[in-house]
């Protein structure tokens, strides 16, 4: 399932994240990449243990884990620290899938990649090209997102980023390894929730909202690891 997140930043955050990443060095973005994905991977990043990129890595997490949206969609085990890409013209990233294991910097903790995030830090005018293609069973998706919007999509796709022909595309990027493993569970759950969420809004005192928000709990005990 894609889940496109609106507003996950505010244009002042977004002001404020782009602003410290101009002070920021850029590395060449193969630098990090497996053997497969360098030979199609062409872009920048801060390197992961930059305190530039950890700062802001760290502001991100802040404010997701307070994100209810966030919360529910991906139901989040372990987080690996944002990291910040860059795209100039013609830089393109082909098609890849992403590791299934990422260590977080600096620990010795891993992270199973369920679920792989971008965060739009450029507002889609002030670039052209740069698109995300995600390849699912229903035909690629184009994601062009406002900057300060995020999209969630299953780990386990191929996916690659469109030649930029104008202009600059920054965006965080990172991945999650959630308590629900299965994407199909993971979205019923998501569907689940938000159905129990309209109901509480409009009829709360039903007493199937009371049985139905027990129905989402057991499945959960059922299906996640905490
Ligand atoms: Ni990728």
Same mark, same amino acid.
């Given at each position: 399932?894609?889940?496109?997140?609106?507003?996950?930043?505010?244009? /002042?955050?977004?002001?404020?994240?782009?602003? /410290?990443?101009?002070?920021?060095?850029?590395?060449?973005?193969?630098?990090?990449?497996?053997?497969?994905?360098?030979?199609?991977?062409?872009?920048?990043?801060?390197?992961?243990?930059?305190?530039?990129?950890?700062?802001?890595?760290?502001?991100?997490l802040?404010?997701l884990e307070?994100?209810?949206?966030f919360t529910s969609a991906a139901l989040p085990l372990k987080v690996v620290?944002?990291?910040?890409?860059?795209?100039? /013209?013609?830089?393109?990233?082909?098609?890849?899938?992403?590791?299934?294991i990422r260590?977080i910097?600096?620990?010795?903790h891993r992270v199973r990649t369920d679920l792989?995030a971008?965060?739009?830090?450029?507002?889609?005018?002030?670039?052209?090209?740069?698109?995300?293609?995600? /390849?699912?069973?229903?035909?690629?998706?184009?994601?062009?997102?406002?900057?300060?919007?995020?999209?969630l999509?299953?780990g386990?796709?191929?996916?690659?980023?469109?030649?930029?022909?104008?202009?600059?595309?920054?965006?965080?990027?990172f991945w999650i390894q959630s308590m629900v493993r299965e994407?199909?569970q993971r979205?019923?759950l998501?569907?689940?929730?938000?159905?129990?969420?309209?109901?509480?809004?409009?009829?709360?005192?039903?007493?199937?909202?009371?049985?139905?928000?027990?129905?989402?709990?057991?499945?959960l005990r059922?299906w996640a690891d905490a």
């Amino acid at each position: 399932m894609l889940i496109h997140i609106p507003k996950v930043l505010t244009l /002042e955050q977004v002001a404020q994240i782009r602003a /410290e990443l101009e002070k920021a060095d850029w590395a060449d973005g193969r630098n990090t990449a497996g053997y497969l994905a360098q030979r199609v991977k062409d872009n920048n990043q801060v390197p992961d243990a930059h305190p530039v990129g950890r700062k802001l890595g760290d502001m991100i997490l802040t404010i997701l884990e307070k994100h209810p949206t966030f919360t529910s969609a991906a139901l989040p085990l372990k987080v690996v620290p944002p990291l910040f890409n860059r795209y100039t /013209e013609k830089q393109n990233y082909g098609r890849h899938v992403d590791g299934a294991i990422r260590p977080i910097f600096g620990t010795p903790h891993r992270v199973r990649t369920d679920l792989s995030a971008t965060l739009f830090l450029t507002a889609p005018e002030d670039y052209d090209g740069g698109e995300l293609v995600i /390849e699912d069973t229903f035909g690629p998706g184009r994601i062009k997102l406002p900057a300060g919007d995020m999209v969630l999509y299953p780990g386990t796709s191929v996916h690659h980023v469109e030649p930029v022909t104008r202009g600059t595309r920054l965006a965080s990027f990172f991945w999650i390894q959630s308590m629900v493993r299965e994407d199909s569970q993971r979205t019923m759950l998501f569907d689940l929730d938000n159905a129990i969420q309209g109901l509480g809004r409009d009829v709360p005192d039903h007493p199937s909202v009371v049985k139905l928000a027990g129905l989402y709990h057991n499945l959960l005990r059922q299906w996640a690891d905490a």
